[in-house]
């Protein structure tokens, strides 16, 4: 067997033997997946063919004007859920930021079957109205949301004016970006869907967005 | 482990039992000594076949005109703008990761580290500018966190229980966000973020090159030639880290710059 003179080893030798193997092994094992590719430094790379320098600023300026053809010439908002920022660009320049409240992420149960998940849409949106003075429609959740029971439609416990603030612009679906009672909690993921912001950051807004402009939620 | 002594005085037995623990343990080292050393030539192979295949599918690839990087960046993002989805644009050169909706960049993060296998250093140029002129598809993540932060509220039975409820002020948690995104074009993204030393982002860390062993592992004992994925680490701040990772959509669409 060729393995017979290590068998016969003094306890200790054979005991340092037999660890090498397992413990260089599992080394091997461990720092393969960084040495394998370490082994790819030693190829050289292959140089490919690139363009004349004229020809590459023309292209590269004609794509990047293309590119900043995307970017809306007038107002337009960008809004963060993570982080609960916003952004206001009016001619391509940033004109005003702050805080405001995006969905809370909150699945009111009510039943198996009923049920509603208080997320802000991700997206690019246009502004579909603008409302003064808003008047809020309860939905059924503010009814399930505060253990009551859930009015028929058009009951006059449904409306309610002065929980929105002062304005208030669509974004389509019921969305809205309205001011707040809860000042308290602009920065936070509270709301159940709708973008909540300051009443100064809002009058702003109201006032250089024009019905059409674009809002980028992310 | 203590080996029993051969050369004792004990009967022939024992002897022979301390040779058949002795032949086992024995073995066993050369055992797993081997399955390393095969491993290790496996997985270099593959890391040649993966730099092979990645030339073959984009060195050859017809676009017309020859760019530069620079201009197949542009390309890409271009290409990404039609989208109305947010998109993710790692500018390596530049040290930079925005995210982009219909061509506008609505977030903007500096890069604290990057690192790329070495894959990507040594590829062929042509093949890099094709890798970057096309945006890549998300086709598989792994996250520290969750996607969307979802909790449940049992709908109150009363109005009383309902204000108990309104009157928790909800707080803003902090989130270590450490996540993977796997590209249609084979490449790995890691991003992670670093404060100090961080317990949580070395295991996760150690998480994922532990899986990557195990699978590799598993691909050899299957006699199959283990998978190799270039990978492409970036360092962010926390909270830079969080919301990109919020931001992306699941089969959302990465956009690259990268040189040599």
Redesign the interface.
Known sequence: MI?KK???L??ES??V??????F???????I??T???????L?S???????DNES?VK??LL??D??ER???AGA?L?I????NQFQLYNKRELVREGVCSTG???????SDEESW?F?TP???FRIQSKITNPLWRKPDWYF?????PVPPAGHPSRFEYGVLGDYALSLGSGYLIHGTLYQR?L????THGCVRIGDEDLESIFKTMPVGA?V?I? | ?D?????SSDSQSGTDST?RW??V??????S??????V??TL??I???IA?SNL?KTY?DKEFG????P??AF??S??AA?KL???SLVLDLPQKRVT?E????V??DALIDNVKS???I??????SL?ALAREPSRIVRWEASVEK???????????????EAIAFEV???KRYDAFFTLDLDSGIRLVFTHHEGFSFKKWLWLTRQ?LN??TN??GSVFKGEMPR?T?VISVDLSP?DA??IF??I?ENGYAVLNFT?
């Open positions: 393995f290590y068998l016969s003094s306890r054979f005991a033997l037999v660890s090498s193997f397992f260089g092994g599992f080394l091997l094992l461990i393969t997946p040495l394998s590719e370490k082994v790819i430094l190829t790379s292959v140089k490919g063919e690139v363009p590459l292209s590269e794509l990047m293309k590119l995307c970017r809306p337009y960008v963060n859920t993570t982080l809370s992420y909150t699945k009111l149960v009510k998940l997320k991700k997206g690019v399930v949301e505060s253990g009551l909690f920065g936070l993921s509270v674009r980028y992310f | 482990m080996f029993p002594k051969v050369d040779i002795r032949t343990c024995l073995v066993g080292g050369v797993v000594f081997l399955l390393a050393l491993f290790l997985s270099t593959s890391v040649f730099m030339n060195a005109t020859v760019a530069a620079s201009t542009l390309e993002r271009l703008s109305d989805s947010v995210l909706m219909g061509g506008v609505v977030y296998s070495p894959v250093r040594k590829l062929d140029s042509k500018v969307e932060p979802i909790t449940i509220l049992q709908a109150p039975a009363t109005p009383e229980e309902a909800p707080e803003n090159n990557v062993i590799s592992l190799y270039p909270h969080l919301v919020r931001a959509p040599h």
